[in-house]
């Protein structure tokens, strides 16, 4: 099956400086990567995707970017604020049925 | 819309008890999905359902069981329930073309002693 992997593990970064977390999967027919937002005690939210016909996609603050060749996909959040503060997954999946889960990023935004 | 609720939101077993976790979606999802986060471990996939009558293992399906009788309903059994089986339940659904979103429930913290 697919693996995904997450890094870095935990991440804190100065309020409105940028936080990038980064993936790689291993199945190359894997075609819809969303990004989930965990805060504390709730359930995760998606916060941006991006599927496999596309290089990059941007939301306001927040953009995701796919390689394919080499089989990586970095979210990068510009100007961070207190409220980024959460648990972000990658995630990738084929056709939208089983999703593969990175292990998650803990980010803190100090302000 | 509701999307998809879980129940119950907390739970305390004593070893070797048994009980369902109930998820239900009103979205018409074909695609639901029962995950376990511990923690620093992400989601792992526990069991999906493509469609009402058809279930099948993800990647860590022992000590668990599963049924989906309508599209709207997918519960989670655990048999004789082990300390390691303590952990945060969420169950999501997507629709089934294509890849999409899957909306999470809002978790049931299960604690086996």
């Known amino acids: 099956g697919e693996n995904v992997e997450q890094h870095p593990s935990t991440l804190s970064v100065q309020e409105g400086d940028s936080a990038v977390i980064k993936c790689t999967y291993s199945d190359s027919a894997s075609n819809y990567f969303p990004w989930y937002k965990q805060e504390l005690g709730k359930r995760p939210q998606l916060i941006i995707d991006i599927r496999s016909n596309v290089g990059e996609k941007k939301d306001q603050r927040i953009a995701v970017t796919l390689n394919k060749t080499a089989k990586h996909f970095s979210l990068h959040i510009t100007e961070t604020q207190p409220e980024d503060s959460a648990v972000y997954f990658c995630?990738?999946?084929?056709?939208?049925?089983?999703?593969?889960f990175g292990t998650g990023t803990s980010l803190t935004v100090i302000p | 819309n509701a999307g998809v609720t879980q129940t119950p939101k907390f739970r305390i077993l004593k070893i070797g008890q048994s009980m369902t976790l109930q998820c239900t979606q009103d979205?018409?999802?074909?695609?639901m999905y029962w995950y376990r986060q511990d923690p620093g471990m992400g989601l792992k996939l526990i069991y999906y359902?493509?469609?009402?009558?058809?279930?099948d293992k993800g990647e860590v399906p022992n000590g668990y069981n599963v049924s989906r009788s309508t599209t709207e309903d997918f519960p989670l059994r655990l048999e004789l329930a082990a300390p390691s089986q303590t952990s945060v339940y969420f169950c999501?659904?997507?629709?089934?073309?294509?890849?999409?979103?899957?909306?999470f429930g809002q978790g049931t913290r299960l604690t086996v002693v």
């Open positions: 995630a990738a999946s084929i056709t939208g049925n089983q999703f593969y």
């Open positions: 359902s493509v469609g009402a009558g058809i279930t």
């Open positions: 979205m018409n999802h074909n695609y």
């Open positions: 999501a659904s997507s629709f089934a073309q294509g890849g999409t979103e899957a909306f």
